[in-house]
T-cell receptor, first 110, second 115 residues
Framework: AQRVTQPEKLLSVFKGAPVELKCNYS??????LFWYVQYSRQRLQLLLR??SRESIKGFTADLNKGETSFHLKKPFAQEEDSAMYYC????????????FGQGTTLQVKP | DTGVSQNPRHKITKRGQNVTFRCDPI?????LYWYRQTLGQGPEFLTY????????KSRLLSDRFSAERPKGSFSTLEIQRTEQGDSAMYLC?????????????FGEGSWLTVV
């Protein structure tokens, strides 16, 4: 079965602190992994994808196939990073559909 | 705004009534998805269209739910005989044809409250 698990519902850090949002997945093949973000009163939008191996807004995420993880990291959190973050998996379906985790709320305090 | 457009944005209905949501995908996106999201949960896949063909339906999509995409453009999601458990955010998303970049873009969603 394809499943994405985000163990933390809420992560609260102070501005300037490092951030790590955890994501674990269950999938037998080679998945594509994504992080989507939803800022207050905005639509869900793509933050980054593992195949791009890029840093967006200071965030990075590395796919660890051994640990089946795709944790999202940022060395120094900013207040504007406060949002809901969803990890998502695209498996082998021809539809290209995404399977989402439950989401983690990141709260960056001043 | 040329993003995915959904309406109505909010709908309050009495139990047992029918509701219909509309989604206008990004122009030239042939792939269209419907998701459902309840409080505290991530989006859950409901159904997928490639052009006008509905190619996959989740088991979450009961017989009371029907989705269409006539002419492969906009899509509608109808819920018949609504139940309180149908209260959720219904998200529409679209993506371009395979091979041209397959990022999935989401609409702002349609909130349904069944009273």
């Amino acid at each position: 079965a394809q499943r994405v698990t985000q163990p933390e519902k809420l992560l609260s850090v102070f501005k300037g602190a490092p951030v790590e949002l955890k994501c674990n997945y269950s999938y037998s093949g080679s998945p594509e992994l994504f992080w989507y973000v939803q800022y207050s009163r905005q639509r869900l939008q793509l933050l980054l994808r593992h195949i791009s191996r890029e840093s967006i807004k200071g965030f990075t995420a590395d796919l660890n196939k051994g640990e089946t993880s795709f944790h999202l990291k940022k060395p120094f959190a900013q207040e504007e990073d406060s949002a809901m973050y969803y990890c998502a998996l695209r498996g082998s379906s021809n539809t290209g559909k995404l399977i989402f985790g439950q989401g983690t709320t990141l709260q960056v305090k001043p | 705004d040329t993003g995915v457009s959904q309406n109505p944005r909010h709908k309050i209905t009495k139990r047992g009534q029918n509701v219909t949501f509309r989604c206008d995908p990004i122009s030239e996106h042939n792939r269209l998805y419907w998701y459902r999201q309840t409080l505290g949960q991530g989006p859950e896949f409901l159904t997928y269209f490639q052009n006008e063909a509905q190619l996959e339906k989740s088991r979450l999509l009961s017989d009371r739910f029907s989705a269409e995409r006539p002419k492969g453009s906009f899509s509608t999601l109808e819920i018949q005989r609504t139940e309180q458990g149908d209260s959720a955010m219904y998200l529409c998303a679209s993506s371009p044809p395979t091979g041209t970049g397959n990022t999935i873009y989401f609409g702002e969603g349609s909130w349904l409250t069944v009273v």
